[in-house]
Antibody
Framework: DVQLQESGPGLVTPSQSLSLTCSVT?????????WNWIRQFPGSKLEWMGY???????NCSPSLKNRISITRDTSKNQFFLNFNSVTTEDTATYYC??????????WGQGTTLTVSS | DIVLTQSPASLAVSLGQRATISCKAS??????????MNWYQQKPGQPPKLLIY???NLESGIPAGFSGSGSGTDFTLNIHPVEEEDVATYYC?????????FGSGTKLEIK
């Protein structure tokens, strides 16, 4: 069965750079589909952030393109969300999810990121 | 960006009755005969779970009491009969246009 698991630093300070990791088991991220990051803010609003596809191409939301990138390590079957500088407004639960390609069928359990000084 | 407006924000339904949730898009999410609208269920402490894709297709393993309908800009999720385990927040999501967007959610409770 396909499983996704997010991991990250938990608590960071504003302006810090960081990466979140999504580890995938049960399916190779190079075999197909699109591998996404979605976040949920306190208060429950969901925001799609971007994806990296099975062929390595990626696409990020225009509102976030200047601040994030999505990369992968195919040898470990992992993909990453990279922030170049976080603010308190990035405090959220971050999910990775598979898109097939127009709906999200598998999700991780989420990792909470708190940005606070 | 396509804005998805869900209504109501919350609703309370008696066990065995019908729950109806609406999702209106700021522009059409149809393309080439398909509607790129999906529905998810989220329970506290869990990630969203896919219920319906392409407006009306039931995801594998989802009970038949869930159904979706609509096209263009107007979509509906129906739950009938409502059961105790259906207590959750429900979200619509469009994938017709980048960036993909979600509705603000509808919280379902038992009356």
């Amino acid at each position: 069965d396909v499983q996704l698991q997010e991991s990250g630093p938990g608590l960071v300070t504003p302006s810090q750079s960081l990466s979140l990791t999504c580890s995938v088991t049960g399916y190779s991220i190079t075999s197909g589909y699109y591998w996404n990051w979605i976040r949920q803010f306190p208060g429950s609003k969901l925001e799609w952030m971007g994806y990296i596809s099975y062929d390595g191409s990626n696409n990020c939301s225009p509102s976030l393109k200047n601040r994030i990138s999505i990369t992968r390590d195919t040898s470990k079957n992992q993909f990453f969300l990279n922030f170049n500088s976080v603010t308190t407004e990035d405090t959220a639960t971050y999910y990775c999810a598979r898109a097939v390609p127009y709906y999200f069928d598998y999700w991780g359990q989420g990792t909470t990121l708190t940005v606070s000084s | 960006d396509i804005v998805l407006t869900q209504s109501p924000a919350s609703l309370a339904v008696s066990l065995g009755q019908r729950a109806t949730i609406s999702c209106k898009a700021s522009q059409s999410v149809d393309y080439d005969g398909d509607s790129y609208m999906n529905w998810y269920q989220q329970k506290p402490g869990q990630p969203p779970k896919l219920l319906i894709y392409a407006a009306s297709n039931l995801e594998s393993g989802i009970p038949a009491g869930f159904s979706g309908s609509g096209s263009g800009t107007d979509f509906t999720l129906n739950i009938h009969p409502v059961e105790e385990e259906d207590v959750a927040t429900y979200y619509c999501q469009q994938s017709n246009e980048d960036p993909f967007t979600f509705g603000s959610g509808t919280k379902l409770e038992i009356k």
